[in-house]
């Protein structure tokens, strides 16, 4: 009894919040993806890549970046995904129509990688939220191919990894700021002969770089 009744109170709050409370959602200003600088000191992308549109629709993203930077070294190599969404709110219907934020663990296994060792481990970048916070690592294997991946979900003034984090503040940043935008940031580099050191100190560089441009892209 004392289970339904939790049941039904968590249900009776979460239509509240989402429903009277956040109405009317804030969206902020920001700069778009397609004005985003291809060189960054040592850095240089040759150009932005565009998904599918099948594939745009399912992730939901209002913006994105995809973006495949090299330094003078030859084995500098990082990729990067950036998706802005302006709002997490359930689009009518749902299913395809969804546009929170798809957890990279959830789909890197559909496409052909293995997650073969996943951590949580504090990150600090200046242009980070506060200069810090935290992302999951990753090390992910397809065949003979390993890599390297730090993501983490960037918005509304938080750099965070866990998941569940990321379902709380949404939900009050909706009932309290009436705002849902967020983006996830993913940096994606290839374990060299498997020298997964070498490839770590190459993220961080690149990330040293690369984090302090998404102010304007991003808002807090």
Not at 53 to 79: F, K, W
Not at 172 to 194: E, H, Y
């Amino acid at each position: 009894m004392i289970r339904i009744a939790i049941a039904i109170a968590f249900i009776l709050v979460n239509f509240y919040i989402y429903y009277l409370l956040g109405t009317d959602e804030f969206i902020p200003e920001r700069e778009s993806f397609s004005h985003f600088p291809l060189e960054i000191e040592d850095w240089n992308c040759g150009g932005r890549e565009t998904m599918d549109p099948a594939v745009l629709e399912n992730l939901g993203a209002t913006d994105y970046l995809v973006c495949n930077y090299r330094g003078s070294d030859p084995l500098s190599l990082a990729n990067v995904y950036v998706g802005y969404h302006e709002t997490q709110v359930r689009r009518e219907g749902g299913g395809a129509g969804e546009n929170s934020i798809h957890p990279p663990e959830h789909c890197l296994p559909g496409s052909g990688w293995n997650v073969i060792d996943s951590q949580v481990v504090p990150i600090e970048f200046e242009g980070l939220p506060n200069g810090s916070g935290e992302a999951k690592r990753f090390v992910i294997a397809k065949g003979g191919s390993r890599q390297l991946v730090y993501f983490w979900y960037q918005s509304r003034g938080r750099a965070i990894a866990r998941n569940h984090e990321v379902i709380l503040y949404r939900f009050l940043d909706r009932a309290l700021r009436q705002r849902t935008d967020g983006s996830l940031v993913r940096i994606t580099v290839p374990i060299v002969n498997d020298d997964e050191a070498g490839a770590e100190t190459r993220l961080l560089q690149f990330s040293e770089s690369f984090v302090p441009q998404l102010d304007t892209y991003i808002p807090n």
